[in-house]
Nanobody
């Protein structure tokens, strides 16, 4: 099993930057894949960025490509989401997920809120 804890959320102005962190503990084999999901008020949870070690793949939703960057520090067991040039529509709860296989969301964190204001 793997446990996930997100941090780094908060309030930011349009055009600003924020970095989210997701720290994992537990079985390392269960976090080969990690992803960041965005859930805006009244909407479903959407995968916006993912990273897989084996195979080595990163992927982004069209809505964040070129603005957000996912990265990981395996020594720290942490995945980051660098959010640049944020927009009001980026206001949402952000969740990280992890799995043994790419795309497998076997474990979830509790989420961290990001609010973007004009």
């Amino acid at each position: 099993q793997v446990q996930l804890v997100e941090s780094g959320g908060g309030s930011v102005q349009t055009g600003g930057s924020l970095r989210l962190s997701c720290t994992a503990s537990g079985d390392t084999d269960s976090r080969n894949y990690m992803g960041w999901f965005q859930q805006a008020p009244g909407k479903g949870r959407e995968l916006i960025a993912s990273i897989c070690s084996f195979p080595n793949v990163t992927d982004y939703a069209a809505s964040v490509r070129g603005r957000f960057t996912i990265s990981r520090d395996n020594a720290k067991g942490t995945v980051y989401l660098q959010m640049n040039r944020v927009r009001p529509e980026d206001t949402a709860m952000y969740y990280c997920a992890a799995g043994a296989l790419c795309g497998a969301n076997d474990a979830w964190g509790q989420g961290t809120q990001v609010t973007v204001s004009d």
